[in-house]
């Protein structure tokens, strides 16, 4: 029976007859972490993660709604029905799968550790011991921080988003911040108060907290969902539109 099911799934996703597919996506998002979501000055929505969700509803002849969330609650208010997935640099880990399902994986980026030049802090318990790390609320890093470094003397400070940690970094409030590579070379590094700052030692992994990369978080059971968004992930990656809209934002792949 298991293998009927199965095979019934991907005859479905393979010729896109879906019984309901959907007219309308709501994306929850949090837009504070460029490149992958921000907002312009004049307040519209913006980013890599928010052209691949366009992409994504345009294959499907959907309308795509876009719900801002802070990212430490943005699970809750999935689950609450606020919105009918995630589209928001979301890592899929195994405390996330337990409590929601996840698409195809999307890209995949590496973890760094953001500190002065010539700080020569490492992301090790031993470098970092004293020290004050920032990390954002409900991400990857904090899980990983809290895990590995706060226990053993690292104080781990938690912000609502990350650009509230890059500013107490720049002032000299942190002594580093643990994020995502792209979105701290893109939100921080490449900006006038990261000047003086870069990546500080080698890129930091574990499979448990870190994840096995990005993809879009739906709520367990919308499985209709979940097939017409994959369907339509595989045909923007076989078409070249996820390859195109990489190179508007990154000169190297993340997929």
Not at 111 to 125: D, K, R
Request: hydrophobic share 40%.
């Amino acid at each position: 029976m298991k293998k009927l099911v199965a095979f019934a799934a991907l005859t479905l996703c393979a010729t896109g007859a879906f019984a309901n597919e959907p007219s309308v996506i709501r994306f929850g998002v949090d837009p504070t972490f460029a490149p992958f979501e921000s907002k312009t000055p004049d307040g519209k929505l913006a980013g890599f993660d928010i052209d691949l969700g366009n992409a994504i509803c345009a294959k499907l002849h959907a309308k795509c709604v876009w719900v801002e969330n802070a990212f430490d609650g943005i699970i809750p208010a999935l689950k609450a029905r606020k919105f009918d997935a995630v589209l928001s640099s979301m890592s899929v880990t195994e405390k996330r799968q337990q409590e929601i399902a996840f698409s195809e994986k999307i890209y995949a980026t590496p973890n760094h550790l953001i500190a002065h030049n010539g700080s020569n802090l490492l992301p090790t318990v031993a470098s970092l011991r004293g020290k004050r790390v920032g990390v954002e609320q409900g991400s990857i890093q904090e899980t990983y921080a809290k895990t590995y470094w706060e226990p053993k003397g690292v104080n781990v400070v938690s912000y609502q988003n990350p650009e509230l940690a890059y500013q107490d970094l720049a002032s000299g409030r942190l002594d580093a911040s643990f994020s995502d590579a792209v979105a701290g070379e893109y939100g921080f590094l490449k900006r006038a108060n990261g000047q003086g700052f870069g990546f500080s030692g080698p890129a930091v992994q574990d499979s448990k907290t870190l994840g096995h990369g990005v993809a879009i978080g739906l709520r367990k059971g919308d499985d209709e969902l979940r097939l017409a968004i994959n369907k339509a992930i595989a045909e923007l990656v076989k078409d070249g539109t996820h390859k195109r809209l990489q190179q508007k934002y990154f000169s190297f792949s993340i997929y």
